[in-house]
């Protein structure tokens, strides 16, 4: 069965700079696909990126960006320019070729103005 | 376009109670599925439908049960409730073909604590 990992229960970063999340998945296939996941205060999680396994380029999205190392199974997210909006938990997920996804434990993310 | 809306968005059961959460949404996706989420831990599937008629189970669907006769609608129901289930349940919704665009459209979710 496949697992998605995120070592990192909590995250801090002060207003306006970088911070990664990192997320380490487990699988035998070589096609599918890989997410983050946005769930604010609020509680109604929305999708942040997503990125094809087939392709080597990073997705990117504004000041999210991925750094996924295929062969390490690895899928980091970089969030540039931190903003006190983005304060949320964190979910990666994995999802194999029609197939259900699989999510991580979460990140929570706290931005300090 | 209201997306996926679910109610109530709180509720407290006692031990043996039975309820349904709701889960309607508008945007004609195929797919739908229910999830609960326990504190620090990941969404655990709980069943799941590709299309109205068909459902199946997912990770944790033990003590739950779903129906799903249209496409707009997939409730969950609890039968005898148990303080395990005390939990937040969220609905959520996928565009119509392959899950493979990954994109779920999720409600508010749904906080169950069972006394």
């Known amino acids: 069965a496949q697992t998605v990992t995120q070592s990192q229960p909590e995250m801090s970063v002060q207003e306006a700079e970088t911070v990664t999340l990192s997320c380490t998945y487990d699988t035998s296939e070589s096609d599918y696909y890989l997410f983050w996941y946005k769930q604010p205060p609020s509680r109604q999680m929305i999708l942040v990126i997503r990125?094809?396994?087939?392709?080597?380029q990073n997705a990117t999205e504004n000041r999210f960006s991925v750094n996924f190392q295929k062969a390490a199974k690895s899928f980091s997210l970089k969030i540039s320019d931190s903003q006190l909006g983005d304060a949320a938990m964190y979910f990666c997920?994995?999802?194999?070729?029609?197939?259900?996804?699989?999510f991580g434990t979460g990140t929570r993310l706290t931005i300090i103005p | 376009n209201a997306g996926v809306t679910q109610t109530p968005k709180f509720r407290i059961l006692k031990i043996g109670q039975s309820m349904t959460l709701q889960c309607t949404q508008d945007m004609n996706h195929n797919y739908m599925y229910w999830y609960r989420q326990d504190p620090g831990m990941g969404l655990k599937l709980i069943y799941y439908?590709?299309?109205?008629?068909?459902?199946d189970k997912g990770e944790v669907p033990n003590g739950y049960n779903v129906s799903r006769s249209t496409t707009e609608d997939f409730p969950l129901r609890l039968e005898l409730a148990a303080p395990s289930q005390t939990s937040v349940y969220f609905c959520a919704s996928s565009k119509p073909g392959t899950t493979n665009t990954g994109e779920l459209f999720f409600g508010e979710g749904s906080r169950l604590t069972v006394l």
């Open positions: 997920a994995y999802e194999l070729t029609n197939e259900k996804l699989t």
């Open positions: 990125q094809e396994a087939y392709k080597q």
């Open positions: 439908s590709v299309g109205a008629g068909i459902t």
